[in-house]
């Protein structure tokens, strides 16, 4: 039995919730770039791999899995991982967790990433960026945020509870997407929701920094050099 | 009574989880909310569910939300037969999450917008059908159809394999939202998926037809209401 293979690409949020889950649980990956801003995940030699054409996927042994949320739980049964990650015996509390993972999609994930993307995107293309769209996507975020904070954690230091989970890693990077455009004010400026971000990032620093350089680091630094230059 | 679940069966996730109580011959008591009454947006209900939308399980004072969360505890805290939900076959489980998970902004997002704005939407602004609505979101179903053929059933009776599951389950009532509007060639144009659903459906009976019916008095009703949106059947 090798390493799992993984097909990734660093500046997808789903890879770098995977990346830093496989990270702090010692996990052996090989990580096989997939450029999704060369589109390399629409041509041939991905397609063979993954024919839905996504990231992140990993291959454990010629057993092949897409989608991030069925990628923690694969892993988190295969090797064993502390329970807190995704609790097993605990109904209750997994139930917490599936909850938070279903509805992150499209609450958390659309709104972060449709915000990131028409500010980005068109950014480094030079097209005007959409102004009606990001508000609409903005104003989503914001009641989706206030959810996550009074439904989700309460009085909780998790999304799942008193320990951090694999709710908290995919949040965290859905949301840290927005740090590229300068946009991290729509996450911080919730108390509540900038407080468990904090608690988070602190649990898992050393896998976030690792994962920086090609990921949020790389975004942000292109942005702010466009968006710099421009104003020469 | 212990359970109570919350649902509408207007919206595809609430059948998902109907159907699957009653397949499964679980107890509970039965709390329908009449979204097109605003009956989600009531005190009482979001003292239940803050986030206003359905279906939600309450059981014994526990609250759980999204209708996959929810199946995936039904079949643990009821054991049922394994082919719902494989807890200890690590690979099938693992496919029938991908499924879970991919659906969200596949198949739901793209089916639930085309019958969003073939009635939904018009009637509540008092306008005629927005063709180019309608049309963007049913330009990516061939391609969703063409992945539940080709990676998740993969030639297989259904997604997990020889046994129903709450991938098909789910699926299946998601696709049956474009019946009322009558827009299933979009699936039916699909012989293998025909058949799936075809199968999904006479496994499930009678509770599939049940959980459908008011899909299927919609249907009855659009065939008038339809061409006074500008719809052409």
């Known amino acids: 039995m090798g390493a799992v293979k ?3 690409d660093l500046r997808s949020q789903p890879c770098r919730a995977v990346f830093i889950f496989m990270k702090a649980n010692a996990i052996q990956f090989e990580l096989e770039k997939v450029d ?14 993954h024919s839905i054409q996504r990231v992140p996927v990993i291959d454990d042994d010629g057993f092949v899995l897409g989608e991030s949320g069925a990628i923690f ?20 509390r997994q139930a917490r967790i599936d909850e938070y993972l ?29 102004e009606d769209e990001v508000r609409r996507h903005k104003s989503e975020l914001s009641k989706a945020l206030n959810h996550m904070a009074l439904y989700f954690l309460k009085e909780r230091k998790f999304l799942g509870g008193h320990d951090i989970s694999v709710a908290d890693i995919q ?48 975004m942000k630094q292109l942005y702010e050099t466009i968006t710099s230059s421009s104003k020469l | 009574m212990a359970l109570k679940y919350y649902f509408d069966l207007m919206s595809q996730p609430s059948r998902a989880v109907y159907i699957f109580l009653k397949a499964n011959k679980i107890n509970f008591e039965p709390k329908p909310i009449a979204l097109r009454k605003g009956e989600h947006l009531t005190e009482e209900y979001k003292r239940v569910n803050p986030w206003m939308k359905v279906p939600t399980l309450e059981d014994n004072g526990f609250i759980l939300t999204e209708s996959v969360a929810i199946l995936r505890y039904l079949s643990q805290k009821y054991k049922l037969p394994e082919h719902w939900y494989p807890h200890s076959d690590l690979q099938k489980q693992a496919r029938i999450d991908e499924y879970l998970h991919w659906q969200h902004l596949n198949t739901r997002l793209q089916a639930a917008m085309v019958f969003q704005h073939k009635l ?9 059908i927005d063709e180019k609505k309608v049309q963007r979101f049913k330009a990516e179903l061939p391609k969703v159809i ?48 025909k058949a ?21 008095r919609t249907r009855d009703s659009y065939k008038k209401i339809g061409p006074s949106l500008g719809a052409k059947l």
Not at chain 1, 103 to 115: E, G, K, L, P, S
Not at chain 1, 193 to 218: D, N
Not at chain 2, 177 to 188: A, I, K, N, S, T
């Open chain 2, 120 to 128: 939904l939407i018009p009637v509540a602004k008092n306008e005629k």
């Open chain 1, 171 to 218: 949040a965290l990077c859905e949301l840290m997407q927005l740090d590229a455009v300068r946009e991290e004010g729509l996450y911080l400026s919730n108390p509540i929701v900038g407080a468990w971000i904090g608690r988070v990032k602190a649990a898992v620093q050393p896998y976030l920094a690792e994962c920086e350089a090609e990921g949020v680091g790389m």
């Open chain 1, 102 to 130: 279903h509805w992150h999609h499209t609450n958390i994930r659309v709104n972060a990433m449709m915000t990131f993307r028409h500010i980005y995107i068109n950014t480094v293309r030079g097209k005007p960026v959409k």
């Open chain 2, 146 to 193: 063409a992945h539940i053929e080709t990676y998740f059933l993969r030639d297989q009776k259904f997604i997990g394999g020889e046994d129903i599951s709450v991938a098909d389950l789910l699926a299946a009532c998601e696709l049956m939202q474009l019946f009322p509007v009558f827009e299933e060639d979009v699936y039916e144009s699909n012989l293998k998926i």
């Open chain 1, 36 to 49: 999704l801003f060369l589109g390399e995940q629409l041509q041939e030699k991905f397609t063979q791999v």
């Open chain 1, 6 to 8: 993984f097909y990734a």
């Open chain 1, 73 to 92: 739980r694969y892993l988190s049964r295969k090797f064993n991982v502390a329970d807190h990650w995704y609790p097993a015996a605990d109904l209750a």
């Open chain 2, 196 to 216: 799936w659903m075809e199968r999904v459906r006479t496994t499930l009976n009678p509770y599939f037809d049940e959980g459908h019916a008011i899909t299927y």
